[in-house]
């Protein structure tokens, strides 16, 4: 038993590690908080609207969508450590600005709008550089461990933030809450500054010339890399669009508060929690198999969490969703990340990036019509039926890859440093 909890943390015994955990858990807490208040803010400025919603959330997600390729060449290219603390400052300042808006009773709308545009922009470069840099704290070995834990404080902040900030926005409103997310960035940049570069697995040299067509085209010369990106993509636009669809089914299926609707969050991210820690122990690149069967469970939990009928039964159903949800994202990203050269790795994790979370504007639209016109639940289904239809496609195309002896490699001469499959 203790070795097995001193496996599921062994990321933890390296100080750098400990210290960007522990930043980024109150960093993410803060997060949380502030994505229940924008929505419950944004419901409240107009009355309940599932396309002022959607359209708020498709402007967080847009610049993902635009910038962010370039901003895994500049992960690449430059020092993470120091991107990462400018990225969290300025997001900081963009919070507290809004957050003063609040306070002083002169929100409107135009003016979260700006919000989240400006977040997005940041969040294109923090992302890639987030997620590369876990390579550089503990090293190849311990990566799918690390990897899994930082799932593991992402959820728990998931629990904790959107239960909290639901009984503060009750008690005190929205704007205070989004000051206290203000000041948790600051979490993660003292960490970040106590962060010892002498002891970071980086390598020896950067490309001096980072070029995101060099990325894609390593990427494309790869089927065993395109295969889970495509169902990443498909995932994270139409299944992973609970910060729409639960702010709606609380509001206008269950008529609930805001301290209930952040406890429906907290459900989901729970289950989220439960996956992530069960992650901790994977050691190896999981099978293309194993990240469509997480894909197609996953949706036909957020199916049957659409059609749950009561309050109670759906905050049930949310939880084994989260477990879901986490579980496929982690096979995914362990997929790719697993099977990308480091030189690469950010280029290849901004690509990543851009399907899983670039695509979610227009996800947020499909899915916030869908739900304007034919209810909140309609939204969580549609999400769920077209993960498992994407699970099934993958998993048939992989099958025919290996199953094909004509069958070869897209693209031509194979870069440097990783395997195609």
């Not at 998931?158 to 639901?166: D, F, M, Q, Y």
């Not at 916030?368 to 994407?390: E, F, T």
Request: glycine share 12%.
């Amino acid at each position: 038993m203790k070795s097995t909890l001193a496996g599921a943390f062994q990321s933890l015994t390296i100080r750098n590690f400990r210290l960007f955990a522990a930043g980024q858990l109150v960093s993410v807490a803060g997060t949380w908080m502030m994505v229940v208040a924008q929505d419950w803010l944004v419901l409240s400025l107009t009355g309940d609207s599932a396309s002022a919603l959607g359209m708020v959330t498709a402007l967080q997600f847009a610049p993902l969508l635009l910038f962010t390729l370039y901003a895994g060449g500049l992960a690449d290219r430059y020092d993470k450590r120091r991107l990462l603390m400018g990225a969290n400052l300025v997001s900081g300042a963009l919070a507290v600005l809004l957050a003063v808006l609040v306070l002083a009773g002169g929100v409107r709308l135009w003016h979260v709008c700006l919000f989240a545009l400006g977040l997005g922009v940041v969040n294109a470069v923090e992302v890639p550089a987030r997620m590369s840099f876990v390579s550089e704290l503990v090293g190849a070995r311990l990566l799918p461990n690390a990897s899994a834990l930082s799932a593991a404080y992402f959820s728990s902040a998931r629990v904790v933030g959107p239960a909290l900030a639901g009984l503060l926005i009750s008690r005190f409103g929205t704007g205070w809450v989004m000051l206290l997310n203000a000041a948790s960035y600051l979490a993660t940049v003292v960490a970040l500054w106590m962060v010892r570069p002498g002891e970071l697995h980086r390598s020896d040299r950067r490309p001096e010339r980072a070029r995101v067509r060099d990325g894609i085209r390593y990427l494309v010369a790869r089927p065993g890399l395109i295969l889970p990106m495509v169902l990443a993509g498909v995932v994270g636009m139409l299944g992973f669009n609970f910060q729409l669809t639960l702010p709606l089914l609380a509001k206008t299926v269950f008529h609930a508060d805001a301290a209930a609707f952040g406890l429906l969050t907290a459900a989901l991210a729970a289950g989220s929690l439960v996956a992530a820690f069960a992650t901790t122990m994977r050691r190896a690149r999981p099978a293309l198999g194993l990240v469509t069967a997480a894909a197609a469970g996953f949706g036909t939990l957020e199916i049957l969490s659409g059609l749950a009928p009561t309050y109670t039964t759906t905050a049930l159903l949310l939880f084994f969703t989260g477990i879901g949800s986490i579980y496929f994202a982690q096979a995914a990203n362990h997929r790719i990340q697993l099977g990308t050269d480091p030189d690469y790795r950010g280029r290849v994790l901004a690509l990543y990036t851009l399907v899983f979370q670039g695509t979610t504007p227009l996800g947020a639209l499909i899915i916030g019509g869908v739900s304007g016109h034919l209810g909140a639940r309609a939204g969580l289904i549609l999400g769920g039926a077209a993960s498992v239809l994407a699970a099934a496609a993958v998993w048939g195309a992989g099958r025919r890859r290996t199953t094909d002896p004509a069958a070869t490699p897209a693209g031509g001469r194979q870069p440097r440093g990783a395997e195609r499959t």
